[in-house]
């Protein structure tokens, strides 16, 4: 049982290239998630989704794209990387939630630099 | 969703119990409180949730106050690996469950 699972964990970009981020998980959940962490910062959302097939914008989403095929995958994509998106990347992945149950776990994340 | 309200650092000595408390003075009825801790540069990691009862499970306890307006993030015996960031989210269900971290708690445990 790996949880959830992030590739690449390292990756530096030229700025102008393009690049995907893959992130598995293997509990059958439905609710996926993309988060971003610079520096002293907590992290921010990039983009969710809710169950396969489904997507929708966080609080950061600008420069980047989701897919959600499958429901054990959630796709990040930078189109064109800018130096901006210099970060570490987090993916998490939560079920249906209710009182006893609603644990998000979360990727060990992916360092981007973009040069 | 209702916006947290924590204090930047606290320090706690090794072996008592660490108090964190977390505002969130706006929470709706529907809302639930999370806690998550990150450790150094780590994925962040689930600790407790709770609605409006208190909760207890291996790792802490948390104690939200009756008008749910502010809650209490309790360690009860803290040692050095338990130095870390900590996040109080409050978050609606049918929202995604979506967890808006904000820059939580610097907790250091000390010897």
């Known amino acids: 049982n790996a949880g959830v699972t992030q590739t690449p964990k390292f990756r530096v970009l030229k700025t102008g290239q393009s690049m995907t981020l893959l992130c598995a998980q293997d509990m059958n959940h439905e609710y996926m998630y993309w988060y971003r962490q610079d520096p002293g910062m907590g992290l921010r959302l990039i983009h969710y989704?809710?169950?396969?097939?489904?997507?929708a914008k966080g609080e950061v989403p600008d420069g980047y794209n989701v897919s959600r095929l499958k429901k054990q995958n959630f796709l990040l994509g930078l189109e064109s990387a800018a130096p901006s998106q210099t970060s570490v990347y987090f993916c998490?992945?939560?079920?249906?939630?209710?009182?006893?149950?609603?644990?998000?776990?979360f990727g060990q994340g992916t360092r981007l630099t973009v040069v | 969703d209702a916006k947290t309200t924590q204090p930047p650092s606290m320090d706690c000595a090794e072996g008592r119990a660490a108090n964190l408390p977390c505002n969130h003075s706006?929470?709706?009825?529907?809302?639930?409180v999370y806690w998550y801790r990150q450790i150094h540069s780590q994925g962040p990691q689930y600790i407790i949730h709770g609605l409006k009862n208190n909760e207890t499970n291996e790792m802490a306890s948390l104690i939200i106050t009756e008008d749910r307006k502010s809650s209490t993030l309790i360690l009860p015996h803290a040692t050095l690996r338990d130095t870390a960031v900590y996040y109080c989210i409050v978050t609606r269900v049918e929202y995604g469950n979506k967890l808006v971290f904000g820059a939580g708690t610097i907790l250091r445990v000390k010897s």
């Open positions: 706006t929470i709706s009825g529907n809302e639930y």
């Open positions: 998490a992945s939560n079920p249906i939630p209710t009182l006893r149950v609603g644990a998000a776990f």
């Open positions: 989704s809710v169950g396969e097939g489904t997507t």
